[in-house]
């Protein structure tokens, strides 16, 4: 299915196109021996939990190619001699900087966002707490998908209670989490937002870019977390997205995630996942809320 708002399909992680803009700036390396390939493909699953095959062998050698010159190795034997001496873990982090894929769109699957305004909201106002509204974005990439949903918020709430919700934005890329942060988009970009919204939420930023306004920029925190990592967060979350990230761990990986997306959630929380993934053959508790929204129950079933 075609996202509504851009008429094409959009993805966050893993390894799809489109690529980087370095992937053919460089002299292409020596191939990887198949050995090679593996143990590289097994660092970034030790690392991120992201699943390489065979078949993305020539993705992941473009991706590689100007990483490659920049440190001077020869080959992906070098690079590997390279990871393995790393005690910081920064190159590591580099690559999966290099490996992952962050291609988003403000307001994809909009029935997430229609749902978390006429339902999750209600549900978050109707249980009296005197906190304001927490919710993660997961898997924020540039940005797009925590600002969409602190417009959907802020269009509910109204101007004058802002403070009424609060965004957690995280990503495993550095590189998407300092342009989330700056949350600053091509004009281009914006054409899934209403104009009305456009006007009212951002500011402009040079002779073609577009910046979210401060008032709401403060409601949304950009930080660097991979998911397989502990997470630092003590409090609970009325909605959690997390969209198209499962579909690129293995079945074990999930099973955690799940579990921890459900002790991370509030009771009555929802969880949002990508439209091409599914809880089914995971165990769980959560109820199924709607196609790829899903509550944890207010009480557990016994």
Request: charged share 25%; glycine share 4%; proline share 5%.
């Amino acid at each position: 299915m075609k996202n509504r708002s851009t008429g094409r399909p959009a993805a966050r992680a893993g390894l799809r196109a489109p690529v980087h803009a370095h992937e053919a700036a460089a002299p292409a390396p020596p191939r990887a021996s198949s050995v090679d390939f593996e143990e590289l493909c097994e660092i970034v699953r030790r690392a991120s939990g992201i699943k390489i095959d065979a078949s993305k062998e020539t993705l992941v050698h473009a991706r590689l190619r100007q990483r490659l010159n920049e440190t001077g190795a020869r080959n992906v034997s070098g690079y590997l001699q390279m990871l393995r001496a790393d005690a910081t873990g920064r190159e590591t982090a580099i690559l999966l900087d290099l490996i992952s894929t962050n291609v988003t769109s403000f307001f994809r699957e909009q029935h997430h966002f229609d749902h978390l305004a006429k339902v999750a909201l209600p549900a978050h106002q109707a249980s009296g707490s005197p906190d304001p509204m927490r919710v993660w974005s997961a898997a924020c990439s540039s940005g797009e998908e925590p600002y969409s949903i602190a417009m959907t918020l802020a269009d509910r709430l109204g101007e004058d209670r802002l403070r009424r919700f609060l965004i957690l934005a995280t990503d495993i890329s550095t590189r998407m989490v300092a342009r989330s942060e700056r949350a600053s988009f091509a004009s281009a970009a914006l054409v899934p937002v209403r104009r009305d919204w456009r006007e009212t939420w951002f500011e402009a930023d040079g002779a073609e870019d577009r910046r979210v306004v401060w008032k709401l920029r403060d409601r949304v925190r950009s930080r660097h977390l991979n998911l397989l990592d502990p997470w630092p967060m003590k409090r609970s979350f009325s909605a959690i997205f997390c969209r198209n990230v499962l579909i690129y761990f293995a079945q074990p990986t999930c099973q955690r995630l799940v579990q921890r997306f459900w002790d991370q959630l509030a009771p009555g929380g929802y969880l949002y996942i990508g439209h091409s993934e599914s809880l089914s053959q995971l165990s769980h508790g959560f109820e199924y809320a709607g196609p790829t929204i899903y509550r944890r129950p207010l009480e557990v079933k016994a």
